[in-house]
């Protein structure tokens, strides 16, 4: 599945981070995600900073959605992220008790007039930011233990660079481990090519397609692009390989 097919149909208790840099390029995703909710008529809560979530509606509505009509009729919640989660951190961690009663209980008033509902958070990108990443984590997999009572999907995005070698001392990997899909990139093709190219170059072409078969094969249970999933294969195994790759990917991709 591309990304676009997952933001516009991502499956109940789904759970999807996407990184990025480019600010509008994340209002893109977040409005493919948004407004195909709010057309089927699904509800959608948004938990954003304050100039992403003006940046969100902007793009609403050149998408032929008024996120003012949707916010009045109760369809569409906007909270700001850095007040909702204030509500439920204690000594520097999130609370079980207290997010669900914010979180969850939002989702459960949301879900008495629409019956499906589809969120989206930046909380644990704010906790990430600012070092707090084992708040991060737990925060994570406090949306995770939710989504066993509560059915909605969830869309997450991290201010990462998935090409910075230092995101693959561990970052990264966290980030996976508690989300069922991964967007690295709104162009899959493009990167899974630049990492073969580049495994290829830095490597014998048949060591390099031996290399990524075996990452092929050792894919975790998040859902990802086969470059990606390499990249994250050749980190854990064979590190300054993978730096060497991750420059020529970089590489080739900035010269695009």
Same mark, same amino acid.
């Given at each position: 599945?591309?990304?676009?097919?997952?933001?516009?149909?991502?499956?109940?208790?789904?759970?999807?981070?996407?990184?990025?840099?480019?600010?509008?390029?994340?209002?893109?995703?977040?409005?493919?995600?948004?407004?195909?909710?709010?057309?089927?008529?699904?509800?959608?809560?948004?938990?954003?900073?304050?100039?992403?979530? +003006?940046?969100?509606?902007?793009?609403?509505?050149?998408?032929?959605?008024?996120?003012?009509?949707?916010?009045?009729?109760?369809?569409?919640?906007?909270?700001?992220?850095?007040?909702?989660?204030?509500?439920?951190?204690?000594?520097?961690?999130?609370?079980?008790?207290?997010?669900?009663?914010?979180?969850?209980?939002?989702?459960?008033?949301?879900?008495?007039?629409?019956?499906?509902?589809?969120?989206?958070?930046?909380?644990?990108?704010?906790?990430?930011?600012?070092?707090?990443?084992?708040?991060?984590?737990?925060?994570?997999?406090?949306?995770?233990?939710?989504?066993?009572?509560?059915?909605?999907?969830?869309?997450?995005?991290?201010?990462?660079?998935?090409?910075?070698?230092?995101?693959?001392?561990?970052?990264?990997?966290?980030?996976?481990?508690?989300?069922?899909?991964?967007?690295?990139? +709104?162009?899959?093709?493009?990167?899974?090519?630049?990492?073969?190219?580049?495994?290829?170059?830095?490597?014998?072409?048949?060591?390099?397609?031996?290399?990524?078969?075996?990452?092929?094969?050792?894919?975790?249970?998040?859902?990802?692009?086969?470059?990606?999933?390499?990249?994250?294969?050749?980190?854990?195994?064979?590190? +300054?390989?993978?730096?060497?790759?991750? +420059?020529?990917?970089?590489?080739?991709?900035?010269?695009?």
């Amino acid at each position: 599945m591309n990304p676009s097919e997952l933001l516009r149909n991502p499956g109940a208790g789904d759970h999807i981070v996407q990184t990025y840099q480019d600010p509008a390029l994340l209002a893109d995703s977040v409005t493919e995600y948004l407004a195909a909710a709010l057309r089927a008529g699904e509800a959608a809560i948004v938990i954003a900073r304050p100039q992403h979530q +003006r940046k969100f509606s902007a793009a609403l509505a050149r998408h032929g959605v008024s996120a003012q009509e949707c916010l009045e009729r109760g369809q569409l919640r906007l909270l700001d992220a850095e007040e909702t989660l204030a509500r439920f951190m204690a000594d520097g961690m999130p609370q079980w008790k207290r997010f669900h009663q914010v979180v969850g209980g939002l989702i459960a008033e949301v879900r008495l007039q629409y019956a499906k509902v589809r969120a989206y958070g930046e909380m644990v990108d704010l906790l990430w930011q600012r070092g707090s990443r084992d708040a991060a984590i737990r925060l994570e997999e406090y949306w995770n233990d939710l989504g066993k009572l509560q059915t909605f999907s969830l869309f997450c995005a991290y201010f990462i660079d998935p090409l910075d070698s230092k995101a693959y001392d561990g970052a990264l990997q966290c980030v996976c481990k508690v989300h069922s899909h991964l967007i690295p990139t +709104r162009d899959y093709e493009r990167l899974n090519e630049a990492v073969n190219e580049a495994a290829t170059k830095v490597l014998e072409q048949p060591l390099a397609h031996i290399l990524l078969s075996l990452a092929a094969s050792h894919r975790t249970s998040t859902h990802m692009p086969p470059g990606q999933a390499a990249l994250l294969w050749l980190s854990q195994n064979m590190p +300054r390989t993978a730096d060497k790759v991750l +420059r020529e990917v970089r590489a080739s991709t900035t010269a695009q």
